[in-house]
């Protein structure tokens, strides 16, 4: 049986909750946040405290806090020498309080409170200083998902920088494009499947190999007419630079 | 019984073949492509042509070619008055020729040989200069899917760019996002999970809402770090053009 007592109460905390509370061989025994409310309908309240001062013993204390607070939350714990993890995907491990034992758990996933996410396909980066706690913070999870990889933490923020891109950035096109249909009376509801098996072709096929579309053909007279038909200089400068970089990349493998 | 001809042997011919040989209330009776080949393990050799002089009497003649090849192909016909329809999400209906009765029939999905696509999700973009042929490519692209939209060759053009970035440019950002992991070593496939979650989230979130990230945070710290990890200009550029537009973006509707 493993102990653990979640910090924070905001949508990773509330997930991981979730995730646990019916797993067998892991116990959620205390949760802390600053405002003392419940993260769960099933809490009970003796276990909820705001007051750091509070926290019982327990095996893995996982710090979900915004990132800018981990630093501050590892610093006000009373006590030393327990395993304490934050959940961040851009925090080096090391920015915690050295007087305790210090790893990462982080779940590279998006989560958003109303979300449901099956918990078995996320993948877990675990880092530890200790690698007893390397090995513990890994069987914690591979009880949620099969999917936990040993990364370090400069492997983590490059890792951040590439989910950028593939979550962030990607969204932000889907934007534009529902832009686009907006202003010319098209539901972008027409676009969804298609963004669906944008995203399903790469698990399948290397994105280098499955690109596709005017760029990559060298359709002039196509890129011309595209950029005709858009109305923002925003949004010609997106289409010109992708263009190009689309060109430049296919470019140098041929 | 609605009766259709195909011509064109490429992704696009292959998959309407298939999607619509064992539907019992449409009849495919013959195939033009230009080399006479088998487009479909279950065809019979007689039904198909490399001659377009051969071409029987059908309902609607679908032109299933390359996009620069339509017009030509169009012009070649030996009939007049007859239903004819392109597959293209850019070509003009009208660029056909006017000895025809015109209509367009365009799958809005991605298609490549070894896909296997559940047709039932296809949005199928309908037009036609006559209504009564309008309602017959709405009742075959009925028997396919229940997602059929009426939309002029004007939105389908602007539908077309939408699709760029939508497909295109997002699988562009996927290739970044394994350009970077690959070159710090991390498996790619830590991704996956991220990118089909991304998708999936703006089908039922609007994509502005579901915007997330240090842009939108305006998080310069973070921003400057990951400006810092890219090694490439061409990746600093897209991340730096992106940044600007989600920022712009979401700046306006403050
Ligand atoms: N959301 C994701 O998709 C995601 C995915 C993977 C990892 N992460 C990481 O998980 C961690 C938590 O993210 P989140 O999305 O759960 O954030 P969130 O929903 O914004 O919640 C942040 C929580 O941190 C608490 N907090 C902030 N400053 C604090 C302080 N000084 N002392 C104590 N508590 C403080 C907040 O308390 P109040 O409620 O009192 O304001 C809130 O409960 C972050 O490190 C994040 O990078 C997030
Ligand atoms: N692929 C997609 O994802 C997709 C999605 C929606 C719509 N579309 C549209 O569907 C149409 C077909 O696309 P596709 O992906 O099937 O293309 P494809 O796989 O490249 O096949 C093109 C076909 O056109 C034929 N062709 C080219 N020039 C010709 C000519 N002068 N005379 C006769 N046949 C000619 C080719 O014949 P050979 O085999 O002899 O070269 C080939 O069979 C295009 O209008 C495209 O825009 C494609």
Request: aromatic share 6%; net charge positive.
């Amino acid at each position: 049986m493993i102990t653990i007592i979640i910090l924070g109460a905001g949508n990773v905390a509330k997930h991981i909750y979730t995730a646990f509370t019916n797993q067998k061989s892991v116990r959620i025994i205390q949760c802390y946040n600053r405002k003392g409310v419940s993260i769960h309908k099933d809490q009970k309240k003796e276990n909820i405290t705001k007051n750091l001062r509070d926290l019982i013993e327990a095996d893995i204390y996982i710090i979900a806090v915004s990132d800018d607070a981990i630093s501050e939350v590892s610093d006000n714990l009373p006590f030393t020498n327990k395993l304490i993890v934050h959940t961040s995907g851009s925090v080096p491990m090391l920015s915690m309080n050295s007087v305790n034992r210090r790893g990462v758990f982080y779940p590279l996933q998006t989560f958003s409170i109303n979300s449901t996410i099956k918990y078995s396909t996320i993948p877990f980066c675990i880092e530890a200083e200790k690698d007893t706690d390397r090995l513990l913070l890994k069987k914690l999870a591979l009880i949620l998902s099969p999917k936990v990889y040993d990364i370090s933490s400069e492997q983590r923020s490059v890792l951040h920088v590439a989910a950028v891109f593939v979550n962030n950035f990607t969204n932000h096109l889907f934007s534009v494009g529902n832009q686009i249909c907006s202003e010319n009376e098209i539901p972008f509801e027409i676009l969804h499947p298609l963004i669906q098996e944008t995203a399903k072709k790469i698990t399948v096929l290397d994105p280098d190999k499955a690109q596709t579309g005017p760029a990559i053909r060298k359709d002039n007279k196509t890129l011309q007419r595209h950029l005709h038909i858009l109305k923002k200089d925003s949004q010609k400068e997106l289409y010109t630079l992708l263009t190009q970089s689309i060109q430049s990349n296919y470019g140098k493998k041929l």
